[in-house]
Structure formats: structure tokens, C-alpha cells
């Protein structure tokens, strides 16, 4: 699981600020905590141009008690904020398919706003064959 905040050492200390930044607009002071979030990513992407990402939350998906956003985060991207998919409980599960890009091996950072107010973090690792960025 990834340390948070996120460590800020070494020469990867200003990639970190920007992920941390890129947080902060999507959840503002919220101190994100372990959650029942499933993310799955293929150990090995050939391409990082086009690997497969689901996120599974498990939410009743009811009114007074569902997934408001889920927010995915790059820890190594030259831009960390990958996505942003907003839900409501009409949608009965909490689940959202896609593909993403990754400029390196790296980490993801999953985020779930629930509609109390709390944030639920998990995350995944995938090693990436030929990067899908530019910086």
C-alpha cells in the first residue's frame, strides 16, 4: 500500500508535489483512508499507452449512502491526474472501466469520495514495457 502523504525524498520530491497538488484540487483537506476499493491493472502493460484499468467500490449505491467520485492518480506521470468519473445512486454499483496512460513503471493511486464526506484510498502497480507519455 502507498504511504500518505506520499514520501517527498530524493529526486522524485517535485514529481511528488505535483501528485499531492493534483489531490488537493479533486479532495481538498480530506484525509484519504484504506478502503474497500478493488483496482486492477495488468502486471505487465506492453503499451502504456492503452492499459486497461477497473475500479470496483463497494457501496450499497443507495441515497443516503453512495460513491459521489472516483479519482485516479499516476504517480510518476509527467501529469498525475488521470481521471475523474463522477457516479450517482442510480447506478446501482460503484464501477468504472478504462483505459490509461503510463509513462513508466509506477503506482496508481485510486480515490473514492463517498457522499458523507469520506475518502478511501487503495492502489495498484503496473510495470509499463514502452511508456505512453510525453513529458
Do not use: Y
Amino acid at each position: 500500500m502507498l504511504a500518505w502523504p506520499p514520501p517527498l525524498a530524493g529526486p522524485a520530491a517535485a514529481d511528488d508535489m505535483g501528485l499531492i497538488a493534483a489531490i488537493r484540487a479533486e479532495i481538498g483537506d480530506a484525509l484519504p483512508v484504506d478502503g474497500p476499493i478493488t483496482a486492477r491493472l495488468p502486471a505487465i502493460a506492453e503499451n502504456g499507452g492503452q492499459v486497461p484499468l477497473t475500479v470496483a467500490v463497494d457501496s450499497p449505491m443507495t441515497p443516503a449512502d453512495h460513491v459521489v467520485a472516483i479519482h485516479v492518480f499516476a504517480t510518476r506521470n509527467p501529469t498525475p491526474g488521470i481521471a475523474s468519473f463522477r457516479l450517482t445512486p442510480a447506478m446501482g454499483k460503484a464501477e468504472v472501466q478504462t483505459r490509461i496512460r503510463l509513462a513508466e513503471d509506477q503506482a496508481i493511486v485510486v480515490l473514492a469520495v463517498l457522499s458523507n464526506g469520506t475518502v478511501w484510498r487503495a492502489g495498484a502497480e503496473a510495470r509499463v514495457v514502452q511508456g505512453g507519455c510525453l513529458s
